[in-house]
């Protein structure tokens, strides 16, 4: 398989990697890079019924202590003040279940439950997302994590906000994405997906970072992984919806993102009904470096790479897709194929060789969500 250890590659990525880690960009570029080139505006989606619950009667909140950063504020009391009549679950405590997939199974399993709440992050309101769907019950989103993608984008982004949602009924009816997963042993997993998967080099960053992170930081630690993917990164050997191939990145965004190319950043809208396909393939020039710039930059990475590259690959919206990934070895030396979604990777062992079959399918209006 192709190795993207390049020379010339190498150096430019070093260049942006280096000067965007001494703070080389200096103020007059990080402003230039700050005129920010999109619509940042907060997505909306399409208003769904769901029950007013005043003082949040009828409501089951789990809340994930562990989630994004320490914080002084206990958010199950935060909850609890905003809505004295909901009932609030915390691992642990109380004699409710450590874990918190079994804690969410016995919120849902409460008699008077009229709707479930969950206070995390976007990997805690996933699993949350999918225990709702599989009940017929609305979710209220308490953000608690460390980025809140998904609190953001519905506008449920304060307990405050969120809470004045429960209690006056009002709803949004999202679109969302059924994750099924095959090994080769045909066991089959499904996961609830609401913003974004990807597999390839994102998650190989993710393991490598978070290898790192104790001893370098978090940010420090992304820089060196870009690096390591950029100087050693393998692509992937896949098949999507019968193109048989190799991909330096495959992404998956539920709803139209903006921009174009290997910049998503955001969506206008939650109920576009489709999937935002970015299949990265290692014919495309500079895909690796433009990768690392996204990662390091972070939203200003969108202005920096339309500055090195002028263009957009282009991009396919569709309402499902196949994918059959062939396993190889991590960072970590693990025979596996690893993906990542709504922020979190998800390591799928797999001999060597093997293949694994993945389908995403859109779920239009999937999921009912209290939000402004």
């Not at 396993?327 to 979604?341: I, R």
């Not at 060597?352 to 999921?367: C, F, N, P, Q, T």
Request: with cysteine; net charge negative.
């Amino acid at each position: 398989m192709a190795n993207f250890g390049l020379g010339w590659q190498e150096g430019l990525s070093s260049w942006v990697l280096v000067g965007a880690a001494s703070g080389c960009g200096v103020h007059a570029l990080w402003k230039a890079l700050d005129q920010d080139v999109l619509d940042l505006r907060q997505p909306v989606a399409s208003p769904a019924e769901v029950p007013a619950l005043p003082a949040g009667r009828g409501l089951v909140v789990v809340v994930n202590p562990h989630s994004g950063p320490s914080s002084e504020v206990d958010a199950a009391e935060q909850v609890g003040a905003l809505l004295p009549q909901a009932r609030i679950l915390v691992p642990g405590r109380d004699g409710a279940a450590e874990d918190i997939d079994a804690l969410l199974d016995e919120a849902v399993a409460w008699q008077g439950i009229k709707a479930l709440g969950i206070s995390g992050g976007d990997g805690t309101v996933w699993a949350a997302a999918g225990v709702a769907r599989a009940n017929g019950l609305p979710l209220a989103v308490f953000p608690g994590g460390t980025l809140n993608h998904f609190a953001k984008a519905i506008r449920a982004d304060t307990h405050q906000t969120a809470a004045r949602a429960v209690q006056a009924g009002s709803g949004r009816s999202i679109d969302v994405a059924d994750l099924w997963i095959e090994t080769p042993e045909g066991d089959v997993n499904t996961k609830t997906v609401l913003n974004t998967f990807s597999l390839g080099a994102y998650a190989d960053m993710v393991i490598i970072r978070d290898k790192m992170e104790e001893r370098f930081g978090k940010w420090g630690a992304g820089i060196l992984a870009a690096i390591q993917v950029v100087r050693g990164g393998v692509p992937a050997q896949i098949t999507a919806n019968g193109d048989r191939h190799e991909s330096w990145l495959t992404f998956v965004g539920i709803n139209t993102y903006v921009p174009a190319g290997l910049a998503p950043a955001t969506r206008r809208r939650l109920d576009t009904e489709n999937l935002d396909v970015r299949d990265y393939q290692t014919t495309q020039r500079l895909a690796p470096v433009r990768l690392v710039a996204r990662s390091v930059l972070g939203n200003r990475g969108t202005r920096a790479l339309q500055l090195f590259s002028g263009r957009s690959e282009p991009k396919e919206l569709l309402t499902t897709i196949d994918l059959t990934c062939i396993s190889g070895l991590n960072p970590k030396g693990e025979a596996g194929v690893d993906l990542a979604h709504d922020g979190e990777t998800v390591r799928v062992k797999a001999p060597e060789g093997s293949s694994v079959h993945i389908r995403l399918d859109m779920a239009r209006g999937g999921l009912a969500a209290y939000a402004p």
